[in-house]
């Protein structure tokens, strides 16, 4: 094993040029792969962390009425914060959002958002609600960056707000924009406007309600409120991880594509070595090696072939593949309005296992290219190798 | 001198299936050969020469008799015996020297040796051992493309030397000669002969090389025809 070993390497290094296109066309794999994964591994990664410090938290709990995707639970969707939750509201440990739904006139539009009450106190989310405490407005709103875009909105600017209270009736003020912030979370940015809780449940005359309580230890979790129904993180942030995966299968076919590619470079190089290189392989085994060690010499060469080229990625990619982890991948203005958080840039996370299943899914898969033409020596015989006129 | 018998051929057939039907290339050959013989098999083409150098040389198996090569009947043996035979001792000289192109001289000469699992140390001397013998010394790093075709051959020489085999089969050595480097290595090959008792057995028509054999056997239509000692 180890003279074939050496003789494959002596072998594949004297084909020169060949040899280097192969070698090159894989490591590209490598790279292209490895990178890919990780830039869709860093994305999921950094669109959960900033999703769960600007929404979900480490869970929440809902009124037993809520669901984000019909609005019209929202009337029904709210409660007093149960006694049970006392302690953990008093600790710092529980943000209580109310949402209600409203209707603004920027520009002499309508336009239906969602109200968010939010604590002024608040330290568990990201969202700048200790502004509100500067400000001596009557409804001090804050808004993302893509609402103020949507709705031409600027910090300063007073519109007419309306909502139905508790009770049904109409009623409508005046708020006023008091700051803009920037996210990279969409879902608490657009089509919505935050103002102070405890504004807002006086808007509505729902003094002490509530409809999601934000927790800040997934432990809270366990305390089971009545009413209430506990969403734990992994549930809250399930959409993002389906987007991921979805991105991923279409990164499957590009992977398909470029290990075909290589595979097919290396396979092509087998067959015509086997061919070009009888006579070759008739003085090994005239020399006195089996047919079955030269079979195994053809295989190594070509296996060696990933070897050759995860050295070269490794030489190229990872300077490459470092800089990019470093200073991120700057995303397309336009995905700003994603259903998802993208950031500006998005860092690739690479993990070990990630290179590791790359290694040592293209190793197999090029023995395995290396082996198939090769077994056509064990075919042959000795005499007519030497001759070298087999077709 | 030429007396115990170490090749030992008899009622050997060797059939082909060819498009046109069977065609018997070895027809009934009983011939035997001694050590440190020097042997020419001579006959025009196609008369089966390198068919029964294929055989003695374990590359190929008879149809039909025996043929007995260093005590092992070739007929009987697995791929792994024959590789095995060969390996440790027979060498093989081809008409067109068949060098391993991207490996230098030194470790053309050096790689049988390598099969054989010798130590370095051991490797390395009887590898330049065996290029002294052939005056090569000098070309120790050059690769097969750079020599001439006498120098080639001189290596694929020194490479079926390297491991002292009992037999050494050479398929039309010269056939790809000029006639002083046929003869340089004709002398070299009768000088190793001598000097080590390694029985030479040739494939050929070149009358340069039949006047350098002891025996000469000569073949017509897959059948000897002739079995003579020359006086040389
Ligand atoms: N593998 C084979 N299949 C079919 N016929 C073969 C095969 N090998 C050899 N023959 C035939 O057997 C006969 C003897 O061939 P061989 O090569 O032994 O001749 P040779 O004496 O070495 O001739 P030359 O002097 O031209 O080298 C030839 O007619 C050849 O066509
Ligand atoms: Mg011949």
């Given at each position: 094993m180890k003279l074939l070993l050496q003789l494959a390497i002596k072998n594949l290094i004297g084909a020169g040029l060949r040899t280097w296109l192969n070698v090159i066309v894989l490591s590209f794999s490598f790279v292209i792969i490895i990178w890919h994964k990780g830039i869709l591994d860093g994305w999921d990664r950094q669109a959960k962390n900033e999703t769960a410090k600007w929404e979900t938290g480490r869970g929440q709990f809902w009124q037993k009425s809520y669901d984000p995707y019909d609005a019209f639970s929202l009337t029904e969707a709210h409660a007093k914060i149960p006694s049970s939750l006392d302690t953990v509201l008093l600790n710092g440990n529980l943000v209580p959002i109310l949402i209600t739904q409203g209707t603004i006139y920027p520009g002499g539009r309508i336009q239906s958002i969602l109200i968010k009450g939010i604590d002024s106190n608040q330290k568990i989310l990201k969202i700048p609600a200790a502004l509100f405490l500067k400000s001596s407005d009557e409804i001090p709103v804050l808004i993302g960056r893509r609402m103020a875009t949507d709705n031409e909105l600027k910090?300063?600017?007073i519109i007419t707000l309306r909502w139905r209270d508790v009770h049904g009736t109409f009623d409508a003020g005046d708020m006023k924009v008091i700051a803009i912030f920037d996210t990279e979370v969409p879902t608490v940015d657009m089509g919505q406007i935050w103002i102070p809780l405890d504004q807002l449940q006086k808007m509505m005359g729902m003094p002490g309600e509530a409809t999601i309580l934000v927790c800040k230890n997934k432990e809270s979790g366990s305390l089971y409120p009545a009413g209430w129904k506990f969403k734990s993180s992994e549930v809250l942030l399930k959409s993002i991880t389906d987007l991921i995966k979805m991105k991923s299968v279409a990164g499957i076919v590009l992977y398909i594509i470029l290990l075909s590619l290589a595979m097919l470079a290396i396979f092509d190089t087998q067959i015509l070595s086997i061919f070009r290189r009888q006579k070759e392989i008739g003085t090994y085994i005239a020399l006195g090696m089996t047919r079955y060690q030269v079979v195994g010499l053809f295989t190594i060469e070509g296996s060696l072939n990933s070897v050759l080229a995860c050295i070269l990625?490794?030489?190229?990619?990872?300077?490459?593949?470092?800089?990019?982890?470093?200073?991120?991948?700057?995303?397309?203005?336009?995905?700003k309005g994603f259903?998802?958080?993208?950031?500006?840039?998005?860092y690739p996370a690479y993990s070990i296992g990630l290179v590791l299943i790359t290694i040592i899914l293209i190793m197999i898969t090029t023995i395995i290219v290396?082996?198939?033409?090769?077994?056509?020596?064990?075919?042959?015989?000795?005499?007519?190798?030497?001759r070298g006129k087999l077709q | 001198m030429e007396n115990s018998v170490i090749i030992s051929i008899q009622g050997l057939k060797k059939h082909f299936i060819t498009p046109g039907g069977r065609f018997t290339a070895l027809n009934g050959i009983d011939i035997e050969f001694g050590k440190a013989e020097f042997t020419g098999v001579v006959g025009p083409s196609g008369s089966g020469k390198t068919t029964l150098l294929n055989i003695i040389g374990s590359l190929d198996s008879p149809s039909e008799g025996k043929a007995i090569v260093l005590g092992q009947s070739i007929g009987e043996l697995n791929v792994k015996q024959a590789a095995l035979l060969r390996r440790s001792r027979l060498g093989f000289i081809f008409q067109s020297y068949n060098l391993l192109p991207v490996y230098t001289v030194f470790e053309n000469?050096?790689?049988?040796?390598?099969?054989?699992?010798?130590?370095?140390?051991?490797?390395?001397?009887?590898?330049?051992?065996?290029?002294?013998?052939?005056?090569?010394?000098?070309?120790?790093?050059?690769?097969?493309?750079?020599?001439?075709g006498g120098e080639c051959q001189r290596v694929a020489i020194a490479r079926s030397m390297v491991k002292k085999p009992e037999i050494v089969l050479a398929d039309e050595p010269t056939a790809n000669l000029d006639a002083a480097n046929s003869h340089h290595i004709l002398k070299t090959m009768?000088?190793?002969n001598k000097e080590f008792k390694t029985t030479f057995i040739f494939a050929t028509h070149d009358d340069k090389v039949i006047g350098y054999l002891r025996r000469k056997i000569s073949l017509i239509d897959g059948k000897v025809a002739k079995d003579e000692i020359t006086n040389n």
């Open positions: 910090e300063g600017d990625a490794a030489i190229y990619g990872i300077p490459l593949l470092a800089w990019q982890a470093s200073r991120g991948l700057s995303m397309p203005g336009g995905s259903g998802l958080a993208v950031a500006d840039k998005i290396s082996y198939l033409p090769s077994r056509k020596i064990a075919k042959m015989k000795p005499t007519e190798a030497l | 000469v050096e790689f049988p040796l390598l099969l054989l699992k010798l130590n370095d140390g051991q490797r390395k001397k009887m590898v330049m051992d065996s290029l002294e013998w052939l005056g090569l010394t000098d070309k120790v790093k050059s690769k097969p493309a750079q020599l001439s009768v000088q190793l």
